[in-house]
């Protein structure tokens, strides 16, 4: 019989044996992942910066990379999950990582996982995290920036010890896992900070546990409000902390009021590491200045124009809401939303029901996904409106296409939800939109 280090000859033929191997909502804890680790010779000997929160962990790791390439340093990201390819989890110098490399990876788990013929059981994100900080470590890095992909306390990324950790804005999402309110998610974001260690605290109203553990571990805690500031207007804005100020900056490429607070975490990690990391003041406002993140907030000029944002928790969506608000008067605004079924859909559509006109919900390619059927009947349960119409598709883009024929040159189409929701939009590049017809008169 064949092993599967025989068998599995494509990326997608690892990341289909990776589904199989244990299921992830059981808790397994971390002592199998840092023994695989451990075979692995798995380790860094540069600093490490881990990212853990609810939302805006995307947005504060890229901000990071950014700014350190700007500075000249070899970078290593990985966020999770992704848009349309596995590749783009694990970005090297700035590029998605080859599948080549990534495919070694997966075989060196394996043998690891299987060694003296005792099978170590993993999830699909552990094994595939393992491979993706095995590239990272024989990469030559010179920092590298681990997104948290659930929790913090029990996830995989948290067998790696971070020289500095941020937690960015904390609410509810994924409570069968993490518990039922903030203060007990807080406990689970808080896992990853370290005794003596920076932690940065950007979320302006932190849960009371996150601040008991930093205390509990002896952590150094940079909070935002009481280590650092930010102000600004319309045209810039400014930071300062701990005896360093930056001033008359230009504000992030990365559009939405929320990011401003992802910014303010960002430059408090660099200045945590300012003796191991240095960057520039022009580092700082280049990187700001050049970041791209596909799917947050992100704008597609056309006409229509086109919003995608995988808000996809009720927190998020709220930041969505504002962000279309303050984006000025559109006669009609269409929506194409998907979702997981675990999600909080009721709350997610009530607080952007009052912007949308055109509901257009959609299946995804996933078992995990509310179908588009559930998703109309949660809203025709609360919709209030007489004047908003709502419909079904089997995929985002059936969807896309029926909103196109629909919408006049001067609307907008919003595309928000699971991160299958963006990516199927994305899946064949970023659409540019021509409507077909001109408004009515």
């Known amino acids: 019989m064949k092993t599967p280090i025989e068998t599995q000859k494509t990326l997608s033929d690892w990341l289909a044996h990776c589904e199989q191997l244990h299921p992830v909502t059981i808790d397994l804890g971390l002592e199998r992942v840092r023994l695989v680790a451990e075979r692995m010779?798995?380790?860094?000997?540069?600093?490490?910066?881990?990212?853990?929160?609810?939302?805006?962990?995307?947005?504060?790791?890229?901000?990071?990379?950014?700014i350190l390439l700007q500075a000249g340093y070899r970078t290593g990201v990985y966020t999770s999950p992704h848009l349309v390819r596995f590749e783009e989890?694990?970005?090297l110098l700035g590029e998605p990582v080859d599948a080549a490399q990534l495919i070694?990876?997966?075989e060196s788990v394996e043998r690891a996982r299987c060694q003296d013929d005792v099978e170590v059981s993993l999830t699909y994100f552990e094994f595939s995290t393992l491979a993706i900080l095995d590239v990272?470590?024989?990469?030559?890095?010179?920092?590298?920036?681990?997104?948290?992909?659930?929790?913090?306390?029990?996830?995989?990324?948290?067998?790696?010890?971070?020289?500095?950790?941020?937690?960015?804005?904390?609410?509810?999402?994924h409570m069968a896992l993490l518990g039922p309110d903030r203060e007990s998610i807080g406990y689970e974001k808080a896992g990853i900070m370290?005794?003596?260690?920076?932690?940065?605290?950007?979320?302006?109203?932190?849960?009371?546990?996150?601040?008991?553990?930093?205390?509990?571990?002896?952590?150094?805690?940079?909070?935002?409000?009481?280590?650092?500031?930010v102000s600004g207007d319309r045209q810039q804005w400014a930071w300062a902390g701990r005896g360093r100020r930056y001033s008359g900056m230009a504000y992030p490429a990365l559009l939405g009021a929320n990011q401003l607070v992802n910014a303010a975490g960002v430059l408090a990690a660099l200045m945590a590491l300012r003796e191991?990391?240095?960057?520039?003041?022009?580092?700082?406002?280049?990187?700001?200045?050049?970041?791209?993140?596909?799917?947050?907030?992100?704008?597609?000029?056309?006409?229509?124009?086109?919003?995608?944002?995988?808000?996809?928790?009720?927190?998020?969506?709220?930041?969505?809401?504002?962000?279309?608000?303050?984006?000025?008067?559109?006669?009609t605004t269409h929506a194409i939303f998907g979702a997981m079924a675990d999600k909080d859909v009721a709350l997610m559509l009530?607080?952007?029901?009052?912007?949308?006109?055109?509901?257009?919900?959609?299946?995804?390619?996933?078992p995990r996904a509310e179908s588009a059927n559930a998703l109309l009947l949660q809203w025709q349960a609360q919709n209030t409106r007489k004047d908003a119409s709502a419909a079904v598709y089997a995929d985002p883009q059936q969807a896309l296409q029926a909103a196109i024929s629909a919408a006049d040159p001067t609307d907008r189409i919003v595309v928000f939800g699971s991160f299958y929701t963006v990516g199927g939009i994305l899946k064949d590049g970023v659409?540019?939109?021509?409507?077909?017809?001109?408004?009515?008169r």
């Open 276 to 331: 191991r990391l240095p960057v520039t003041a022009q580092a700082v406002r280049n990187g700001f200045a050049f970041v791209e993140l596909p799917g947050r907030f992100q704008i597609v000029p056309g006409q229509p124009a086109l919003v995608l944002d995988v808000a996809h928790n009720p927190h998020a969506v709220a930041a969505l809401t504002a962000n279309l608000d303050a984006m000025g008067y559109f006669p």
């Open 136 to 173: 990272m470590s024989r990469s030559g890095l010179d920092v590298v920036i681990l997104e948290v992909g659930l929790g913090g306390r029990l996830d995989a990324v948290n067998i790696i010890e971070p020289d500095c950790a941020i937690i960015t804005s904390i609410d509810l999402d």
């Open 350 to 366: 009530a607080r952007i029901n009052p912007l949308v006109d055109k509901w257009y919900f959609t299946d995804l390619p996933t």
């Open 194 to 229: 370290r005794t003596g260690r920076p932690v940065v605290v950007s979320d302006p109203v932190p849960p009371q546990s996150v601040l008991d553990r930093a205390l509990e571990v002896g952590a150094d805690l940079w909070q935002v409000g009481r280590d650092f500031n």
């Open 104 to 106: 070694a990876a997966f």
């Open 431 to 440: 659409p540019r939109l021509d409507a077909q017809h001109l408004p009515s």
């Open 89 to 91: 989890r694990l970005r």
């Open 41 to 66: 010779q798995i380790r860094f000997d540069c600093p490490v910066i881990t990212v853990a929160g609810t939302n805006g962990k995307g947005s504060t790791c890229v901000m990071l990379e950014s």
